[in-house]
């Protein structure tokens, strides 16, 4: 609700559309990121864990900060990892300083598994438009990114 208290700011005509395309593209990049990674039985979004467990290798990670490093919530998490641990490709483990809390960690199939989705991976991104892109605008981009946060 809008209260008529609340400070406001002029808002430019373009900036709704701008932000719903902006995430209605970003929607249908990951659609095909999935389908894409689909044929080696792997989300999207399990690549991404998959992906900071092998950064996390030797110490694991737990599963709120797994769900903060790539964006979902604890509980998405723990349903992602599930598949995975029952595929022997992640361990769960209880943290020896703090029992109520596990740490996953990633299994040498979930390294091959990781390795796996690679080509597929890269063959999706060289298909992307950024690959046109000069450096410096792939740069301006980014740079711009945590504004958006």
Avoid: W
């Amino acid at each position: 609700m809008y209260h008529a208290s609340m400070k406001t700011t002029q808002l430019m005509p373009h900036t709704e559309s701008t932000v719903f395309e902006f995430l209605e593209t970003a929607s249908r990049l990951e659609r095909r990121l999935d389908r894409a990674l689909s044929i080696r039985g792997i989300s999207f979004s399990e690549f991404r864990l998959l992906k900071l467990l092998i950064a996390t290798e030797a110490i694991g990670c737990s599963r709120i900060e797994l769900a903060t490093a790539v964006g979902l919530t604890p509980s998405a998490v723990t349903r992602a990892l599930k598949p995975l641990e029952k595929l022997g490709y992640v361990t769960t483990s209880r943290n020896v300083r703090d029992a109520r809390q596990s740490l996953a960690t990633i299994t040498a199939a979930g390294e091959q598994l990781f390795e796996d989705t690679q080509g597929a991976m890269r063959d999706l991104l060289v298909s992307l438009p950024f690959s046109g892109l000069s450096r410096q605008k792939i740069t301006e981009f980014q740079t711009r990114l945590p504004d958006l946060q």
